[in-house]
Structures are given as structure tokens and as C-alpha cells.
């Protein structure tokens, strides 16, 4: 106990440290010094990542996957009505989205996670992810933070890959300045005739438009797959809880607030898959996002 209050109080003499003596546009940095460092391409960038001057990301490893299919699994209640084989199949290549895992025996290659408070309140869950050596982890600065205070990176299995992201303009470089973004960044670029942003670059930034999901449809189009199927994007029942979720220990959400802007960043998006000749389809049929194609998941089966 004495050694959890001794942690606390250096960690927030290093904050105060860092806010002292550090620009006002570097606060956000103040929770990762001195722990972090990073390193940047000639572009800027996000190349490693460094924790206790341990490398512990490195975003230069990339390789593209030999499937042209992948599957979104989101965590909306329809995940429920969908065949367990479904989540199972070979030849597609399945991303997870915060409580996707909870789905037994199915095969992650890719996990993505942005909600720092999902790290916080469901550690059981993200432990799952973190064991798994075979899966890639793409997460936030601000993730990774907290994920440290409560594990070593020893017993870190999975391959991270850390991303930063945009929201409502601004993007907090981590151990860097935060931008306010007067135009978009180079391959960060905005979708013909929108006024919304999709990062063709994952490594200098991705847009988030309050939803992982659009998170992980950048990142799907940075590894170059042919046809998206995305699994639990329901956005029409907010009330209820979320597939891997109980009454009792539901999370709040903010997407019924934010719907709106989700709703307009999948239609731009929609417009940019097409113009590239990738198909995305919808696999929740009841679902309020109307941008994409919709099927039943049997079709895939």
C-alpha cells in the first residue's frame, strides 16, 4: 500500500514538473514524462514507442495480410443474433472493437481500442487482448498509459501499435504539441464534398468522430483489404446493453449525443470506400447507420 501512495505522489510531482516547465500546448503530455519517449519519421510520423526507454511499439513492422476480407465485430446487441460459426470462419480476418472479445474462440487478428475509460472500467476484458500473441493492438497514447500502470510490459504478448487521433480538429501529439487543425493533415485528407477527414496514413493520425468504428474502417483501408463486413454497428438501441454487457454493469455511452456526426462521417466515408472500389457492408440490418450496403451475415457464412 505504502509503494501504491509512494507511485501516485511521484507521478504527480513528475506532472507538476512537466506542466512547469513545459509550454501550455505539451500539458497533455504531463501523465507520460518521463516515462515515454518516441521516435518520428522525416514526415513526422509516429514511428516507436519507448516506455522506460524500453522499445515497446513499433509501427515501421507492417505487413499487409494475405486476405481480402476482414470483419468489423462492433459490440452493438445484434451480435447476438448472428451464427457463433459466423465469427469463426477461415479466410476472413477479424478486428475487435473494446468488448468484442468476450466472443469465445474467435480468432483476433486485429484489436482496436480508443476509450480510456473502457480500459479503466473493463481491465478484465483488455487482459485478454493483451495475452494474446498472435493478435495486433492498436490503441492511444493515453491507453497505453494506463495500461502500463497496471501491467508490465513483460506480460504484454500482444504486438502494439500505437495511433493518435483527431477529435473535433485537435490532435495531441504524444510527447509532442497539440495541433488545432486549420486544414488537414498530409494524408489525413478530407472526402470529396464533406467536410470530414479519413486518414490514409494511420501512423501520422486518424480521424475518430466519437466511434472506434471509424477508427478501425481507416485502419482497415490502411492494410489494404477488398471488402469490410462490419458485424454490431447498430446505433438504434442505445438503452440496451451492449452484447457482452448485463443491466447491472452497463457502461454509459455518449453515441446517441453524438449520432449526428457518426452518422454524417459514415456517409463521407461510404462516398470513399466506393470512389475506391471497396465494398463495406453492414451486417446489422436493423441498424440507424444507413451509409453502407446491408446484408444478413448468412450470406457470408
Not at 488545432?180 to 493520425?205: K, M, R, V, Y
Not at 454490431?232 to 455518449?254: A, V, W
Request: hydrophobic share 40%; proline share 3%.
Amino acid at each position: 500500500m505504502s509503494n501504491f501512495f509512494s507511485n501516485i505522489l511521484l507521478r504527480n510531482f513528475f506532472k507538476y514538473l512537466y506542466k512547469i516547465s513545459h509550454p501550455k500546448s505539451f500539458n497533455h503530455n504531463r501523465r507520460y514524462w518521463p516515462y515515454f519517449d518516441v521516435e518520428r519519421n522525416r514526415l513526422g510520423y509516429l514511428d516507436k514507442v519507448f516506455y522506460k526507454k524500453k522499445l515497446i511499439s513499433d509501427n515501421t513492422k507492417w505487413c499487409k495480410p494475405i486476405n481480402d476480407t476482414c470483419v468489423i465485430i462492433a459490440t452493438g446487441p445484434s451480435i447476438n443474433e448472428i451464427d457463433h460459426n459466423f465469427f469463426i470462419k477461415q479466410g476472413y480476418d477479424y478486428f475487435g472493437l473494446n468488448g468484442a472479445i468476450s466472443l469465445a474462440d474467435t480468432n483476433f487478428k486485429y484489436y482496436v481500442i480508443i476509450d480510456h475509460d473502457f480500459i479503466e472500467n473493463r481491465f478484465n476484458l483488455v487482459t485478454q487482448i493483451l495475452k494474446n500473441k498472435e493478435c495486433i493492438f492498436f490503441t492511444t497514447p493515453r491507453c497505453l498509459e494506463l495500461i502500463l500502470r497496471t501491467c508490465t510490459h513483460k506480460e504484454i504478448q500482444c504486438t502494439l501499435k500505437i495511433i493518435e487521433t483527431i477529435t473535433e480538429k485537435k490532435l495531441e501529439r504524444f510527447m509532442g504539441e497539440k495541433i488545432i487543425l486549420t486544414q488537414p493533415l498530409s494524408n489525413c485528407d478530407l472526402i470529396e464534398n464533406s467536410n470530414i477527414g479519413f486518414s490514409t496514413e494511420i501512423f501520422n493520425a486518424v480521424y475518430d468522430y466519437y466511434t472506434v468504428a471509424y477508427v478501425a474502417l481507416q485502419i482497415a483501408y490502411a492494410l489494404n483489404y477488398k471488402r469490410i463486413l462490419i458485424a454490431g454497428l447498430d446505433m438504434s438501441n442505445f438503452t440496451q446493453p451492449r452484447f457482452y454487457e448485463t443491466i447491472e454493469n452497463k457502461q454509459p455511452t455518449r453515441l446517441e449525443q453524438d449520432f449526428k456526426a457518426i452518422s454524417h462521417a459514415f456517409n463521407a466515408s461510404a462516398t470513399f470506400f466506393k470512389k475506391n472500389k471497396i465494398q463495406v457492408i453492414n451486417l446489422s440490418t436493423n441498424s440507424s447507420i444507413q451509409a453502407f450496403e446491408k446484408s444478413s451475415f448468412q450470406h457470408f457464412i
